[in-house]
């Protein structure tokens, strides 16, 4: 298998709880398929795609590394995404400003 359903690999990816709570989240339109928003959780993923999320008061970009067979325990979860979000944008620590 190289594509699987967005619903189903987040949840095997652990971003969301509930298969259910994925495909409500794709269907709300809170979910971006290499810059293009999803509506149907039928959408097939697959290694190399990128996929940019509003999940929990805030925005994820992370590109898929693997097909999930199952959805195991957190560890294994991890090993099918990278989260590709660049950190340099991120605003400088407050420890940071006091040494400016």
Request: aromatic share 4%; glycine share 8%; net charge positive.
């Amino acid at each position: 298998m190289t594509r699987q359903r967005i619903d189903k690999w987040l949840w095997f990816a652990r971003l969301v709880k509930t298969r259910s709570l994925a495909a409500a989240i794709v269907s709300r339109g809170q979910v971006r398929l290499n810059k293009v928003k999803l509506g149907k959780p039928s959408h097939e993923v697959g290694p190399g795609d990128v996929l940019t999320l509003a999940l929990h008061g805030r925005v994820r970009v992370i590109q898929v590394l693997a097909i999930g067979s199952r959805r195991g325990p957190a560890s294994e979860a991890q090993t099918l995404y990278q989260d590709i979000a660049d950190q340099s944008e991120a605003p400088p620590a407050a420890s940071e400003k006091l040494l400016r």
